[in-house]
Nanobody, 120 residues
Framework: VQLQASGGGLVQPGGSLRLSCKASGSIFNINDMGWYRQAPGGQRELVATITSGHSTNYDGSVRGRFTISRDNAEYTVYLQMNSLKPEDTAVYYC???????????????WGHGTQVTVSS
């Protein structure tokens, strides 16, 4: 199973970006999907998660500015980021809890990360 993230870049404060992450490979079912980020010198932290039933959870620092969504048929998760701040600068990683066959326990998979830089 591979996760391919895209959509990062350089944006000015107050701007917007949309991240995408598509899972591919031997997939039977995807449970939770999510986005995490790691700033320079910091630890990887949760940004937002979404269940297969589209229930969402956000870190308090992004609630109201970021929106996570997913397309189950396309095995893709999105992160719409609005009103971006310099403190949102980080490498963003997508995550998926994937079962590769019927009755197999799900396991975590990670994408390689995409850089988001918010600067004037």
């Amino acid at each position: 199973v591979q996760l391919q993230a895209s959509g990062g870049g350089l944006v000015q404060p107050g701007g917007s970006l949309r991240l995408s992450c598509k899972a591919s490979g031997s997939i039977f079912n995807i449970n939770d999907m999510g986005w995490y980020r790691q700033a320079p010198g910091g630890q990887r932290e949760l940004v937002a998660t979404i269940t297969s039933g589209h229930s969402t959870n956000y870190d308090g620092s992004v609630r109201g500015r970021f929106t996570i969504s997913r397309d189950n048929a396309e095995y893709t998760v999105y992160l719409q980021m609005n009103s971006l701040k310099p403190e949102d600068t980080a490498v963003y990683y997508c995550n998926a809890l994937v079962s590769t066959q019927f009755a197999a326990p799900p396991r975590d998979y990670w994408g390689h990360g995409t850089q988001v830089t918010v600067s004037s």
